[in-house]
């Protein structure tokens, strides 16, 4: 198992129980116990975990996984998400993107979209789309294409989600409108809505909400049924959800009597 797939199961462990033994983690990986401590060992020099006398612990009370340690997780289902939702974007709407993995599909998706910044696109002269984010990763990729005007909004870098929050964030979310907003979470509770583990970015994505004539949620199935730590909206804010195919039919059924439709890929 190559370092990056072991870090990524390694701080997945974590994430779920709280806590990684050296002797189960080797056993589970297949690999040996001192691969294990040298990889903890690395990961607490990054500050993801806490090392412990035979094992580690999550950092602080709260987990969240850093997003370059998310990129492969469900990622094929991310990217055919990230293909659905850049087909709901019309060409010349005002675009608004959260951060996450999700999210960051749906913008390359968007980056290559022939409408977008095919020749036709480019020989017009004018912005085909206009994307209001806060993530610098979405933003360094948009950034390259012209026929995208990019707006940033300011803030406070977070290093786990590479997501800008705070006063100088919701500063410029008060002064735009949008006509889309899509919103990566973290969690989705079936009877209150969209959540992310961070108050921060919870203020910025639900301010994206609040300026957008529709909300589109971009969500793997993994995150359906459960709840993160700040609440971003409820459900009837959310007009479209675009998730994959495994979201349980009674998910699909009670998103469907709270008024959002349910695309699946």
């Known amino acids: 198992m190559a370092r990056d797939a072991r870090w990524d199961a390694l701080l997945e462990l974590v994430g779920k129980h709280g806590r990684v033994e050296v002797e189960e983690a080797a056993a589970a990986l297949a690999v040996s116990a001192a691969t294990i401590r040298r990889d903890l060992d690395q990961l607490a020099e990054q500050h993801l975990l806490t090392r412990t006398r035979g094992g580690a612990v999550a950092h602080g009370v709260s987990y ?35 951060g996450g993995t999700t999210v960051t ?15 036709t696109a480019v020989a017009g002269g004018q912005p085909t789309l206009t994307v209001v984010t806060n993530a610098l990763n979405i933003a360094s990729e948009l950034a390259i294409r012209p026929q995208i005007k990019m707006v940033v909004t ?8 590479y997501e800008l929050t705070g006063p100088l964030a919701v500063g410029v979310m008060n002064e735009i409108t949008l006509d889309v907003a899509v919103l990566g979470v973290n969690a989705i509770d079936l009877e209150r809505g969209a959540y992310v583990h961070h108050e921060g970015e919870a203020s910025v994505n639900r301010l994206l909400a609040e300026r957008a004539q529709r909300v589109v949620v971009a969500a793997d199935s993994s995150k359906i049924g459960k709840r993160a730590f700040a609440r971003v909206c409820d459900l009837g804010r959310i007009d479209v959800l675009v998730t994959d195919s495994r979201i349980p039919a009674a998910a699909k059924d009670r998103l469907g009597e709270a008024g959002v439709q349910v695309i699946t890929v």
Do not use: F, N
Not at 69 to 77: D, F, I, N, S, V
Not at 82 to 91: K, M
Not at 155 to 161: D, E, L, N, T
């Open 64 to 98: 969240e996984l850093a997003l370059r340690y998310k990129t492969g997780r469900h990622a094929p289902e991310k990217q055919a998400i990230g293909r659905a939702v850049s087909e709901l974007v019309a060409v010349g709407e005002v675009v608004g993107l959260t």
């Open 105 to 119: 599909e749906v913008a390359r998706a968007l980056a290559v979209r022939p409408d977008v910044v095919g020749e």
């Open 154 to 161: 300011g803030g406070v870098a977070r290093p786990q989600s």
